[in-house]
């Protein structure tokens, strides 16, 4: 609703603040986000075969499917869709040791 989104805005840009806090990117840690790739298996935008094509050319740690979704697979399959990040933020948050700060597992 028009009220509360304009209640939750921020002024100015996003995140900055929070930002400074964290340590900045060096040749070191570069390449230390995990990723994952979610294949939209009836996707009619970006055939499965070019999705393939795109994980082959940039490998990721983990390729999972949701079967049924489109292109906008927040409109086609949202529970499947939250089910599946859900699950990959449960996964890989528990991951993450970068000596910065304690990360809570997920909880869902």
């Known amino acids: 609703d028009l ?8 002024v100015g840009s996003m995140f ?3 930002l400074k ?3 900045p990117y060096t040749e070191a840690r570069y390449g230390s986000v995990r990723k994952v790739f979610v294949v939209l298996k009836d996707d009619n935008a970006i055939f499965e075969g070019f999705q ?5 050319n940039c490998p990721v740690d983990e390729v999972r499917e949701i079967h049924g979704a489109d292109h906008m697979a927040l409109l086609s399959t949202p529970a499947e869709l939250a089910h599946c990040l859900a699950d990959i933020a449960g ?3 528990a991951c993450i040791d970068d000596g910065v700060a304690p990360v809570a597992r997920c909880r869902y």
């Not at 009220?3 to 921020?10: F, N, P, Q």
């Not at 393939?52 to 082959?56: A, D, E, L, Q, Y």
């Open 3 to 10: 009220t509360l989104g304009k209640s939750l805005m921020r």
């Open 16 to 18: 900055v603040d929070n």
């Open 21 to 23: 806090l964290q340590p």
């Open 52 to 56: 393939r094509w795109m994980v082959r």
């Open 91 to 93: 996964k890989y948050a």
